[in-house]
């Protein structure tokens, strides 16, 4: 009991997601440059089991954008290259979610004149985690997946915050991770089909976006 008040009490402590990332920085890059795929190294196996996946992914929906976007910057570092176990099903379909919901607080936040700073680079932070998912680790996502992360593209590159120091760096990040996806998804058909659908349904009122995204698939 002792022990688990001690874990709950770190976890909730400032400094827990920095020792984190310092912990997952290291796994961000092959230990074989040469190699095109390796299995995750143990160490981080054991990080992900043990505090990535029960403590950190669920962060990554936070309602604080400061707790998002480092939450977000620890799975990134996580998945940059390796696909560990601890990450795959439920809590990838909890990191896909947190990714979308990034971007449906930046949008809100944005039309009420409210979006901050923060709010700007968690949304750029969820953007790269998607890419990185897309370009890493495709055969991981479904077709609800991809359809997820192209609405996230659209949504947060429409937005317009010229005030917003982040804005353009986070719409650039936008359109970068579209092209992973449209990329990734010409093969197979379903996932081609939601990503197609997604671009559509979320850009079905701006007639040039719809156009410009349709060269781009094409």
Avoid at 107 to 119: F, K, L, M, N, V
Wanted: with cysteine; aromatic share 6%.
């Amino acid at each position: 009991e002792h022990l688990a008040r001690h874990e709950s009490s770190f976890v909730s402590s400032s400094g827990f997601l920095l020792a984190t990332h310092a912990a997952a920085r290291p796994f961000q890059y092959f230990r074989d440059a040469a190699t095109a795929r390796e299995a995750a190294p143990e160490a981080l196996e054991t990080l992900c089991g043990k505090v990535i996946a029960p403590h950190v992914v669920p962060m990554c929906g936070s309602d604080d954008a400061r707790v998002r976007r480092a939450a977000l910057k620890v799975v990134f570092r996580a998945v940059r290259a390796y696909m560990p176990d601890a990450l795959r099903g439920e809590a990838m379909r909890s990191i896909v979610g947190s990714i979308s919901r990034s971007t449906l607080i930046l949008r809100s936040s944005s039309d009420e004149g409210t979006a901050s700073e923060e709010d700007w680079i968690a949304a750029k932070r969820a953007l790269r985690l998607a890419k990185a998912l897309v370009t890493r680790h495709a055969s991981m996502l479904d077709s609800s997946a991809f359809r997820s992360i192209v609405g996230a593209c659209v949504g947060v590159a429409g937005v317009d915050d010229p005030t917003a120091d982040a804005a353009d760096a986070a719409v650039a990040e936008a359109f970068a991770c579209l092209e992973s996806v449209l990329s990734a998804t010409r093969e197979p058909e379903p996932t081609r089909d939601a990503a197609w659908a997604g671009l559509t349904d979320f850009a079905r009122d701006d007639a040039r976006r719809v156009s410009a995204l349709k060269d781009l698939i094409l």
